[in-house]
């Protein structure tokens, strides 16, 4: 069990380091394969032990080693992040379907994240894959009816549909779409407990961020981190979360 789990944490951070390449590649529109890994700034060729992930950040101190260049702290916040997550997803489902099934899930829906974060756009190729993929790996793993994702698919993205219409820029379409294709992987109702805990993230750190005068209330707040939150917050808690609701009827 143990070993599996330091297993699971190392892939993560392999993973994860693949995972920057996308994020910095993909709205480029660059192959993420070729060229092999280079530095952003000097454009040096990177060699196997500058591309450790999380080791080689903090062995360099953030810099590059050949230009001294910074290097964004993105790099070993996904990495961690990837790692961690990979890490507690196979201590919550163990070896099997429902594991690769989040583990996808997961990996896609950081990309998202981060590349929202940083262009304020969700790349349409990644909605579709997690489209397809969600189809794909539904189709296996025969956890959930045609009804129950047609209204976990409609319901969250007809009323972010609705919002983004009515602030007329506040959300965007990506979003919307994001919040649609949720509805393969979690169905009715999680897609739209999701939704809600998105929200909820969403306003708490709008708030702080207001409060401390680190953002203006006109700024745009890329939605896509806080939807993603609530998937994956669903993903651990949302049987127990609806239980508990239901239960207090
Ligand atoms: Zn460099």
Redesign the pocket.
Known sequence: MFNYVFLFFILGLVIGSFLNVCIFRLPRRESVVFPPSH??????KLIPRDLLPLFSYLWLKGR??????RISWRYPAVELLTGLLFMVLYVHFGLNLWLVKYLILTVLLIVISFIDLEHYLIPDQLILLMLGTGILLNFFTRELPIISILWGVLVPAGLLFLLATLSKGGMGGGDVKLAGAAGFFLGWPQSLLALFLASFLGSIFGLILLTFHLKKRKDPLPFAPFLSGGIILTVFFGQALLKWYFSQW
């Open positions: 530095c952003p700034l000097c454009q040096t590059c080693r050949y230009c001294q260049g």
